[in-house]
C-alpha cells in the first residue's frame, strides 16, 4: 500500500503565565501533576504567546513510515526547547538543547494529532527560549523556532504542537 500524502502542517504555540497570575487563578497549582496544570491553565491568561509554523523533520517521515510498515515505533515521548535559531528537514535533534520534558498530552482528532507539554517554574531558567521540538523515542519529529521569550522563576512555558495530515 502507498499512502501519499501533499502536507504535513504543523503549527506549535509557546505559551508563558506568571505564577502569581495562576496561583490567583489556581488556588490548588502547587499539588497538580503536569497534565492538570495544563488543564487549568486553559483557564489563565497567558502572559505571552508565540506562534510558529514549523519544518516537519525525516524522524517524522521515517517514524511514519516505520509504523506503517508494521515496525515498532515509541510513542511520542518528550518536547525539548533550547536557543538555537535555524530549523531544516534533516535536523536529528535541537540545534542547541537545554531542557526536555515528558509528553504530558497527546490528542489525536484526524487528521491532527495535538501535543503539549509543561515546563515549571523551576525549570530552563535564565535563558532565552528560541526553539522547540517533540520527539519520539530518539526521533526528533518536528523543529520550531521562534522569537526569543526569557524564561525565568516567575513563569512556566507551555509548548502546544498540533500536527495536521492532508491527504495529496
Known amino acids: 500500500m502507498t499512502v501519499h500524502t501533499s502536507a504535513v502542517e504543523t503549527n506549535v504555540r ?3 503565565h506568571d505564577v502569581a497570575t495562576i496561583r490567583e487563578h489556581v488556588p490548588e497549582w502547587d499539588e497538580l501533576d503536569d497534565r492538570a496544570r495544563l488543564e487549568a491553565l486553559r483557564t489563565v ?3 505571552h504567546v508565540d506562534r510558529s509554523r514549523n519544518t516537519t523533520c525525516v524522524g517524522l517521515h521515517e ?3 516505520n509504523g506503517l510498515s508494521g515496525q515498532s515505533v515509541p510513542e511520542l515521548s ?3 526547547i533550547g536557543t538555537g535559531t535555524t530549523a531544516a528537514e534533516a535536523d536529528t535533534a535541537l540545534a542547541s538543547e537545554v531542557a526536555r520534558t515528558v509528553v504530558a498530552t497527546v490528542e489525536p ?3 491532527s494529532v495535538f501535543v503539549a507539554a509543561f515546563f515549571g517554574s523551576e525549570e530552563a ?3 532565552d527560549i528560541t526553539e522547540a521540538g517533540v520527539y519520539a523515542g530518539d526521533w526528533l519529529l518536528n523543529h520550531a523556532t521562534f522569537g526569543a521569550k ?3 522563576s516567575q513563569n512556566t ?3 502546544e504542537i498540533s500536527l495536521t495530515f492532508n491527504a495529496a
Open 14 to 16: 509557546l505559551l508563558t
Open 109 to 111: 482528532n484526524a487528521p
Open 45 to 47: 491568561p497567558p502572559e
Open 157 to 159: 512555558l507551555t509548548i
Open 63 to 65: 517514524w511514519i513510515v
Open 78 to 80: 518528550e518536547v525539548a
Open 125 to 127: 531558567n535564565g535563558v
Open 150 to 152: 526569557s524564561k525565568d
